[in-house]
């Protein structure tokens, strides 16, 4: 199992991989923490939150990575693939970044769509 320090460690190899602009006006960089997060509306603790993009007001802008919510999903994986799996997760949130700063919310919109999709799922399967 990889340690929060050796995640650590590859979350600031990925993020050193992007360019600098990317980082523009994001105050409060990007943040690991090792709570593990369940989406709300998630059932039967299915549906883990990764990576959490922050614009608030006080706290500035910035990401989260949710250590515990990565190794509950992939920790079973090698580090390899498990780098692989937080570099789509860390690219993700800096295009709710990119996004913010452009006054576009298409991906939002896509997750929302997603997670739409996941409720009705989860409801059709729970009448059968």
Same mark, same amino acid.
């Given at each position: 199992?990889?340690?929060?320090?050796?995640? !650590?460690?590859?979350? /600031?190899?990925?993020? /050193?991989?992007?360019? +600098?602009?990317?980082?523009? %006006? #994001?105050? *409060? *960089?990007i943040v690991l923490v090792p709570e593990l997060k369940l989406n709300p509306m998630s059932v039967n603790s299915d #549906?883990?939150? #990764? *990576? $959490?993009y922050?614009? !608030?007001?006080? &706290?500035?802008k910035y990401i989260l990575i949710y250590y515990g919510s990565f190794m509950k999903?992939? !920790?079973?994986? %090698?580090? &390899? $693939?498990l780098k692989e799996r937080l570099e789509h997760t860390l690219k993700h949130e800096f295009i709710h970044h990119l996004e913010a700063l452009a006054g576009e919310? !298409?991906?939002?919109? +896509?997750d929302a769509k997603n997670l739409f999709d996941y409720i009705m799922l989860r409801d059709w399967k729970s009448r059968k």
């Open positions: 199992m990889v340690t929060i320090e050796e995640m !650590g460690r590859m979350l /600031d190899e990925i993020a /050193d991989s992007f360019p +600098e602009e990317m980082f523009r %006006e #994001l105050s *409060g *960089g #549906l883990y939150i #990764l *990576g $959490e922050h614009r !608030g007001f006080n &706290s500035g999903v992939y !920790g079973y994986m %090698e580090e &390899s $693939e919310r !298409g991906l939002e919109k +896509e």
